[in-house]
């Protein structure tokens, strides 16, 4: 089994993310287990791109319950079009928060998050079981970078 990921400093997020991006095609790649994609994802964005807070929430009913993660602990159920989740659930758009104190109805899990990204997931039959939520204790951490490579990764699982 390959060890943590370790990212040379690139100055260019691509370059961390092409990176990351070959690790995970190998490790997602070879198992079929949705959780467990999940949880190593994780590992590979938190620890590969030095992200806060990193998890996966998936659809139960009318909620998104709180999946693998890692990072401090977080809330556990958000109903649908609530925060910054469920407005990415119900709208099924990637959504980038520049400022998480300028979202309207955001839902703080750590007063240390104050950007946010958050990406829908799709299964084959293009319907949205869950979210990648990825937060940063930086404001407007977040680009169409990773956007686009998030968007990418989160086809692996
Ligand atoms: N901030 C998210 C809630 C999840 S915590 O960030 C992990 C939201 O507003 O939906």
Redesign the pocket.
Known sequence: MSETLIIPDFDNKDDNYKLIYQQAETMLGSETNRIANMANLCAILKYGMHFF?V?F?LVEHKELV?SV?Q?PV??TR?AFG??????AWSTKQTLIVKD?EK?E??????SL?KS?I?VPLFDHNNNCYGVL?V?SDKLNFFDQTDQRWLEKLVRLI
Request: aromatic share 14%.
């Open positions: 807070w998890g929430y709180l993660f990072g977080a809330c958000i609530k925060g910054v989740c469920g407005k998480v979202f109805g955001h839902i703080a899990c750590s998050s946010e958050v939520d937060d």
